[in-house]
């Protein structure tokens, strides 16, 4: 009898005719590249369209692009989407073409605000139509400040329209993590008593811009944060990897939630073109098996039956049985081996 060989596993970039792309902590950690990044997505680049999709609005389109292509990326200013140009998308259905707008935030807001006709303010007495408020380390309290004055100009906090770029709290830099501008956003929502409209990560708008400029039919995202990049891309119905070179590593993984959840785990971005194992359930559902490892929910437990690599495929097989179960992390017994598995 002949034997048919089963078919290897295709890789996560099966079908995808457009790679979206996260930086910070994706393709780049403070200045410099992340390993494997560059070399992996210039091989992606060869048979598909990338883009590079950023929550930072410090920087110009331009800029980030000058930043990629340093690293050895070809990148052009078009090929970037940033939460400022999805953020004056959104600031433009509210207000009137040429309004004056109180910016909060750098380089990378102001450009895109005075590139869609609007007058940059910085100061709530000349009555702005709208404030829109992105991150910039030199943003401080009296930038804030301005921001709650505007905002609150009738006293109850029910004035003018409110956009932010992003709300992510923390931002990865050469030094470590530092504060991002869902603390800055947090402080004038503390001021004010109400909460913007929100253009980036996870929020749907950037995605729409970004499938929008590109084209995408079978779009696939790649990111480094559950709470922003994987939620966003499962909002916007677009497939996810979750990359652990960044912020959320394999505890993260593990205990995210039902919405937060990535379709690929990827160590680094090398795995994008290797085959992606397949996911083998015992017939009762609690075992879950990728490649050589194994692991099993018992009862309040989770077990490691078989170690396999006791990496990345061990966590694969872990966060699928997580997954499977329904259960939220917080009640089960994780092996603590479990949270170094990557």
Not at 147 to 157: M, Q, R
Not at 183 to 209: D, W
Not at 263 to 282: D, G, K, M, R, W
Request: glycine content about 10%; aromatic content about 6%.
């Amino acid at each position: 009898m002949l034997h048919r060989r089963k078919p290897e596993p295709a890789t996560p970039l099966h079908g995808v005719d457009v790679l979206l792309a996260d930086l910070d902590g994706v393709v780049y950690a403070g200045p410099a590249a992340i390993p494997f990044a560059v070399e992996s997505l210039n091989r992606a680049a060869e048979t598909i369209r990338i883009g590079y999709i950023t929550n930072n609005a410090s920087r110009t389109d331009q800029s980030v692009a000058d930043h990629l292509t340093q690293l050895g990326l070809n990148v052009a200013a078009a090929d970037v989407v940033t939460s400022p140009q999805a953020a004056v998308r959104l600031l433009a259905e509210q207000v009137e073409p040429g309004a004056s707008i109180l910016v909060v935030g750098g380089d990378g807001l102001v450009d895109e605000v005075v590139k869609a006709g609007f007058v940059v303010t910085r100061s709530a007495d000349d009555k702005p139509a709208a404030v829109i408020q992105g991150f910039a380390p030199e943003v401080g309290w009296v930038h804030l400040a301005e921001a709650a004055f505007a905002l609150n100009a009738d006293g109850v906090g029910t004035g003018i329209p409110w956009i932010a770029t992003n709300t992510d709290w923390t931002i990865p830099v050469a030094r470590g993590i530092a504060p991002g501008n869902g603390t800055l956003v947090s402080a004038v929502h503390t001021a004010v008593g109400r909460l913007p409209v929100v253009a980036g990560k996870p929020e749907v708008a950037i995605f729409q811009e970004a499938t929008r400029r590109f084209g995408a039919q079978n779009a696939l995202f790649i990111g480094d944060r559950l709470d922003t990049d994987i939620l966003g891309a499962n909002r916007a119905g677009i497939p996810a990897v979750l990359v652990l070179t960044g912020i959320d590593r394999a505890k993260q993984a593990l205990a995210a939630d039902k919405d937060s959840r990535p379709a690929f785990i990827l160590e680094n971005l090398q795995q994008l073109h290797e085959p992606y194992p397949e996911t083998v359930f015992s017939k009762d559902g609690s075992t879950a098996t990728v490649n050589g490892a194994s692991v099993r929910i018992s009862g309040n437990d989770v077990q490691i039956v078989k170690d396999g690599d006791g990496g990345i495929d061990l966590l694969r097989a872990a966060c699928a049985a997580i997954y499977r179960s329904g259960r939220a992390i917080y009640g089960l017994n994780v092996p603590e081996r479990l949270y170094l598995a990557q």
